[in-house]
């Protein structure tokens, strides 16, 4: 970026007149140790949140031209001393380079928003020891979560957390509130002692995702190996014809819907265990054992790789018309009905079934695509409670029972066809069909009135074998009292 570009703001300014929800700290100064590419876009954020800014730089004529006009780039010591607020943009390395304004900053709030290059790289947090390097001063944590991209960037996306933890109060409160100036939500994480788990949070690679894509990844390699044996090992032994062409698109185009289809119906199956554990035990007080309360807990990610695979599988199946194996089948067929002096072709019920299996294919891929959308935390936080429930648990049930039509009509009656079963395995898709089958039919269980109305008396607090005070007429009339089981 260019200095001239620089000095435009690339936000507008936030407007804090007449929003109560936002705290009137804009026109703050704020310094800035530091002249790297965090401190430039914290300084750019801060102009355009309506902060006056100073950064406190070792060389600050060579730094000036690549910060807005509107910030004041002047030596550390100089910035120091016009806040009381400064956010040291320097590497923990260079901490102790610092202590020489050790005396100016005294009194002052440092906003630690440093990073390490490894999980608990050292002992203390860095926000510990800049506290032990200025004891005079209050340390706050904040601000490492955020990319100097996103600073620049995050005013549309107004849902940026920022954690923050100190063990003072008010310097915390003050931190928070430039946050929520600067379009950030910020997020108390208490004391100091969190500062570490802070520190750890950008380091982390995917942790929600561990788990789902280690079940995608091992249901892909069961499913690839099933259909590989199937169509490529059966017919090179059997009639020793050589289909290893097929692994590239073929195999895998087989394998991704059969992922997709299962992953799908594995984020609607803890729900349903999660019910049965429910209504045995006859209340929703008691906790769930610790592999279910995870695997409810990643059902988003196990959605949207289902959604992910589901979307690769349409591609494929796109694209297989403009193999070259295909066209030469075609023409073989074609040569081979001619040869056979065969004029109609046209099979009816095959005919109905295509059209039937495609259409129904694609209403399940725009549902996925509906849910996999409305599971991004923008969209998600603009619905309500019901919409949302509405669309992750109504319509991804729909989803599933409309992708179960889809892989019915795939595979039509080759469950019944001996020459189906390749070394005796049955169809692929009959496989698939397992745990979908048993997530619908206990979901329609579920909705059978009783069933029904026990679940949602133990959902609203109601518990089996929980003793109640009661209240009954008496045969004289009189009301008699006592205490009775809430199950009788
Ligand atoms: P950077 O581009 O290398 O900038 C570091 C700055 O530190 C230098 O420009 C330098 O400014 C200053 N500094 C002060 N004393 C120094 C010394 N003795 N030796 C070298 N430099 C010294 O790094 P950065 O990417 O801006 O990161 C700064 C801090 O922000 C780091 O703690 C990092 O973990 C954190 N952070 C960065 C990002 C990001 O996206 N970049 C995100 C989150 C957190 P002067 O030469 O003007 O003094």
Same mark, same amino acid.
């Given at each position: 970026?260019?200095?001239?570009?620089?000095?435009?703001?690339?936000?507008?300014?936030?407007?804090?007149?007449?929003?109560?929800?936002?705290?009137?700290?804009?026109?703050?100064?704020?310094?800035?140790?530091?002249?790297? /590419?965090?401190?430039?876009?914290?300084? @750019?954020?801060?102009?355009?949140?309506?902060?006056?800014?100073?950064?406190?730089?070792?060389?600050?004529?060579?730094?000036?031209?690549?910060?807005?006009?509107?910030?004041?780039?002047?030596?550390?010591?100089?910035?120091?001393?016009?806040?009381?607020? @400064?956010?040291?943009?320097?590497?923990?390395?260079?901490?102790?380079?610092?202590?020489?304004?050790?005396?100016?900053?005294?009194?002052?709030?440092?906003?630690?928003?440093? *990073?390490?290059?490894?999980?608990?790289?050292?002992?203390?947090?860095?926000?510990?020891?800049?506290?032990?390097?200025?004891?005079?001063?209050?340390?706050?944590?904040?601000?490492?979560?955020?990319?100097?991209?996103?600073?620049?960037?995050?005013?549309?996306?107004?849902?940026?957390?920022?954690?923050?933890?100190? *063990? *003072?109060?008010?310097?915390?409160?003050?931190?928070?509130?430039?946050?929520?100036?600067?379009?950030?939500?910020?997020?108390?994480?208490?004391?100091?002692?969190?500062?570490?788990?802070?520190?750890?949070?950008?380091?982390?690679?995917?942790?929600?995702?561990?788990?789902?894509? $280690?079940?995608?990844?091992?249901?892909?390699?069961? $499913?690839?190996?099933?259909?590989?044996?199937?169509?490529?090992?059966?017919?090179?032994?059997?009639?020793?014809? *050589?289909?290893?062409?097929?692994?590239?698109?073929?195999?895998?185009?087989?394998?991704?819907?059969?992922?997709?289809?299962?992953?799908?119906?594995?984020?609607?199956?803890?729900?349903?265990?999660?019910?049965?554990?429910?209504?045995?035990?006859?209340?929703?007080?008691?906790?769930?054992?610790?592999?279910?309360?995870?695997?409810?807990?990643?059902?988003?990610?196990?959605?949207?790789?289902?959604?992910?695979?589901?979307?690769?599988?349409?591609?494929?199946?796109?694209?297989?018309?403009?193999?070259?194996?295909?066209?030469?089948?075609? @023409?073989?067929?074609?040569?081979?009905?001619?040869?056979?002096?065969?004029?109609?072709?046209?099979?009816?019920?095959?005919?109905?079934?295509?059209?039937?299996?495609?259409?129904?294919? @694609?209403?399940?891929?725009?549902?996925?695509?509906?849910?996999?959308?409305?599971?991004?935390?923008?969209?998600?936080?603009?619905?309500?409670?019901?919409?949302?429930?509405?669309?992750?648990?109504?319509?991804?049930?729909?989803?599933?029972?409309?992708?179960?039509?889809?892989?019915?009509?795939?595979?039509?009656?080759?469950? $019944? /066809?001996?020459?189906?079963?390749?070394?005796?395995?049955?169809?692929?898709?009959?496989?698939?069909?397992?745990?979908?089958?048993?997530?619908?039919?206990?979901?329609?269980?579920?909705?059978?009135?009783?069933?029904?109305?026990?679940?949602?008396?133990?959902?609203?607090?109601?518990?089996?074998?929980?003793?109640?005070?009661?209240?009954?007429?008496?045969?004289?009339?009189?009301?008699?009292?006592?205490?009775?089981?809430?199950?009788?």
């Amino acid at each position: 970026m260019s200095g001239g570009d620089m000095a435009k703001p690339l936000l507008g300014h936030r407007s804090v007149e007449g929003d109560p929800s936002v705290v009137p700290t804009s026109g703050r100064t704020i310094g800035v140790l530091g002249s790297g /590419d965090f401190a430039r876009s914290l300084a @750019i954020r801060l102009v355009c949140s309506g902060f006056k800014v100073v950064v406190g730089s070792r060389n600050p004529k060579r730094k000036a031209g690549l910060f807005p006009s509107a910030a004041e780039v002047t030596f550390q010591a100089e910035a120091v001393k016009k806040t009381d607020v @400064i956010f040291v943009a320097v590497f923990r390395e260079h901490y102790s380079t610092l202590c020489d304004l050790a005396d100016v900053l005294a009194g002052k709030i440092l906003v630690d928003v440093s *990073n390490n290059t490894e999980i608990n790289h050292h002992k203390e947090s860095n926000a510990e020891y800049l506290a032990s390097l200025f004891p005079a001063c209050t340390v706050v944590k904040g601000f490492n979560v955020v990319s100097a991209w996103t600073l620049q960037s995050g005013a549309r996306d107004g849902n940026k957390q920022v954690l923050i933890c100190s *063990n *003072n109060q008010e310097a915390k409160h003050t931190v928070a509130e430039i946050a929520q100036v600067m379009g950030f939500t910020p997020v108390d994480m208490g004391g100091m002692s969190s500062a570490r788990e802070i520190e750890n949070v950008p380091l982390r690679l995917l942790p929600a995702w561990k788990i789902p894509i $280690f079940l995608a990844l091992g249901l892909f390699s069961c $499913f690839f190996t099933y259909n590989l044996v199937r169509q490529v090992i059966h017919p090179f032994i059997r009639e020793q014809k *050589n289909k290893f062409y097929k692994i590239p698109v073929e195999v895998v185009n087989t394998t991704l819907p059969c992922v997709a289809y299962v992953m799908l119906s594995l984020v609607y199956l803890p729900g349903v265990l999660a019910a049965c554990s429910q209504l045995y035990y006859g209340t929703k007080y008691r906790r769930f054992p610790d592999w279910l309360d995870q695997w409810l807990q990643h059902r988003k990610q196990i959605g949207l790789l289902s959604f992910f695979c589901a979307a690769l599988h349409a591609v494929y199946s796109l694209c297989l018309p403009m193999r070259r194996s295909h066209r030469y089948q075609l @023409i073989e067929t074609a040569v081979k009905q001619a040869m056979e002096k065969k004029m109609n072709i046209w099979v009816e019920e095959e005919v109905w079934r295509m059209e039937i299996y495609i259409s129904v294919g @694609i209403i399940a891929l725009g549902l996925l695509s509906l849910l996999a959308i409305t599971s991004l935390p923008s969209i998600a936080n603009s619905l309500n409670w019901r919409e949302f429930s509405f669309i992750q648990s109504t319509l991804g049930f729909i989803a599933l029972v409309i992708s179960t039509l889809h892989t019915l009509t795939y595979g039509w009656s080759r469950a $019944f /066809d001996e020459n189906q079963y390749k070394f005796y395995l049955p169809p692929t898709y009959t496989l698939t069909l397992l745990v979908p089958c048993t997530v619908i039919l206990a979901k329609v269980i579920f909705i059978l009135p009783c069933i029904r109305q026990r679940l949602l008396r133990i959902r609203r607090g109601w518990e089996k074998g929980r003793y109640v005070k009661f209240v009954l007429p008496s045969a004289t009339g009189e009301y008699a009292s006592g205490e009775t089981s809430s199950n009788v």
